[in-house]
Every structure is written in C-alpha cells, then in structure tokens.
Nanobody, 113 residues
C-alpha cells in the first residue's frame, strides 16, 4: 500500500525554522515529482513547492528565499526546510505525488508568538 507520511510540524515563533519530512513508500519513487501544499483554516489548499526527478525545484512566490525543498532518494524522503517563518505560513502541510494522486495525511505548522 502506498503511503506518504509527513512529520516535523509544530509550533514555532515568527522568524523561526522547521523542517518537514515526507517519507514515501512508493515504487520507483525517484522518477516522480513530489510537491508540498498547505491549507489554512477556511482557505483553499495551495501549492507551496515541488521537486522533480531531476531535482528541479519550483516555489510559490511568497515562500521563495525562505523555503527549500530537497529529496533523498536513498531514503525515499522529501524535505521542506522552512526558515523565517511568518504567521501567514500557519497551515496544515501536505506532501503529494500528483501524478499518482497520492497525498499524505498532513502535518500542522503553527507560527505564533
């Protein structure tokens, strides 16, 4: 059974950092683009970042320069390093393999003083 399991969320003060992990049990994981998305209360889910099989990355404008996506294919894991966090980054964060329509269960990130 395919699973995407996120971890690393939590409560952090503005300006702080967190690193999210997405551990995948996906056959041939290395060939897939993996993305991170987030959803804040009463808002639609939005794209945050993606990384392709060639390690090409793309980010939503509001996180550029603050977030970094990376992957460790040996561990079937994708990371989202989040620095200089802002209250507006507060959301549930989900990783996904869109090509397979696989989504994780999400991990909550709360940025608050």
């Amino acid at each position: 059974q395919v699973q995407l399991v996120e971890s690393g969320g939590g409560l952090v003060q503005p300006g702080g950092s967190l690193r999210l992990s997405c551990a995948a049990s996906v056959s041939r994981f290395t060939i897939y683009t993996v993305s991170w998305h987030r959803q804040a209360p009463v808002k639609q889910r939005e794209f945050v970042a993606l990384i392709t099989s060639a390690n090409t990355t793309n980010y939503r404008e509001s996180v550029k320069g603050r977030f970094t996506i990376s992957r460790d294919n040996a561990k079937n894991t994708v990371y989202l390093q989040m620095n200089s966090l802002k209250p507006e980054d507060t959301a549930a964060y989900y990783c996904a393999v869109i090509a397979l329509d696989y989504w994780g269960q999400g991990t909550q990130v709360t940025v608050s003083s």
